[in-house]
């Protein structure tokens, strides 16, 4: 039974998924000027997590709307899109990668985490 889970593990397709990650419980008793670069540190442990990749890419938009309020101001929650994708690099050391871009929305209500498809 353990091998079963072990090797669906080792074998990582392409997947694209929505999440929202909650940056105000990570932002608790951080010093101000520490508070939007532990912002975007967090974002990236949370897709390394989750789509289990070490190599992490983070969208420029998503760097932008991270600091859009400043460094003290980081927003509350951010919907992120977390795609797994291949390497073309052929020295590279990891076989995929983690793109993470912002998804705007106008409410975190009601939101859960969505496979999406590829088209």
């Given at each position: 039974?353990?091998?079963?889970?072990?090797?669906?593990r080792?074998t990582?397709?392409?997947?694209?998924?929505?999440?929202?990650?909650?940056?105000?419980?990570?932002?608790?008793?951080?010093?101000f000027?520490?508070?939007?670069?532990?912002?975007?540190?967090?974002?990236?442990?949370?897709?390394?997590?989750?789509?289990?990749?070490?190599?992490?890419?983070?969208?420029t938009?998503?760097?932008?709307?991270?600091?859009?309020?400043?460094?003290?101001?980081?927003?509350?929650?951010?919907?992120?899109?977390l795609?797994?994708?291949?390497?073309?690099?052929?020295?590279?050391?990891?076989?995929?990668?983690?793109?993470?871009q912002?998804?705007?929305?106008?409410?975190?209500?009601?939101?859960?985490?969505e496979?999406?498809?590829?088209?």
């Amino acid at each position: 039974m353990a091998k079963t889970a072990k090797s669906s593990r080792a074998t990582k397709e392409p997947v694209t998924r929505d999440c929202t990650v909650h940056l105000h419980k990570h932002m608790q008793k951080i010093s101000f000027k520490k508070r939007a670069p532990r912002a975007v540190r967090v974002v990236r442990q949370f897709a390394s997590k989750l789509m289990l990749t070490q190599d992490v890419r983070i969208d420029t938009k998503l760097n932008k709307f991270l600091w859009s309020n400043g460094v003290r101001n980081v927003p509350r929650r951010v919907r992120v899109r977390l795609s797994r994708k291949r390497n073309e690099d052929e020295d590279a050391k990891e076989k995929m990668f983690t793109l993470v871009q912002h998804v705007p929305v106008e409410s975190f209500k009601g939101l859960q985490t969505e496979t999406v498809r590829d088209e």
